[in-house]
């Protein structure tokens, strides 16, 4: 498959109904759904070497479609950061 042909079928994940900002919940972190966890944890999960399938086990709460989300989150915070810091640059 070429890049052209990925980009094309490939979904851009709308996390916004799934993470939450509470400023009372968790410092104000982005979390799931409301609940307290957060983005940052399930993150650190995935980064620590645990499976989706193994987040999903120990957190009945959870969906896979939550932890797309949190991935999501993170890239468009990522990219929202490097466009802030191109600006910043080149102004």
């Known amino acids: 498959m070429d890049t052209s042909e990925y980009f094309t079928n490939y979904h851009v994940m709308d996390y916004q109904d799934i ?8 410092s104000g972190k982005p979390c799931i759904r409301g609940m307290r966890i957060t983005v940052y944890d399930i993150l650190e999960y995935l980064a620590g ?6 987040i999903l086990e120990d957190f009945s709460e959870l969906t896979s479609e939550d932890i797309k989300a949190c991935l999501a989150f993170a890239a468009d915070r990522e990219k929202k950061l490097f466009v802030y810091r191109c600006e910043t640059a080149f102004g």
């Open 19 to 26: 993470i939450t900002i509470e400023p009372g919940k968790r």
């Open 49 to 54: 070497g645990m499976t989706e399938a193994e």
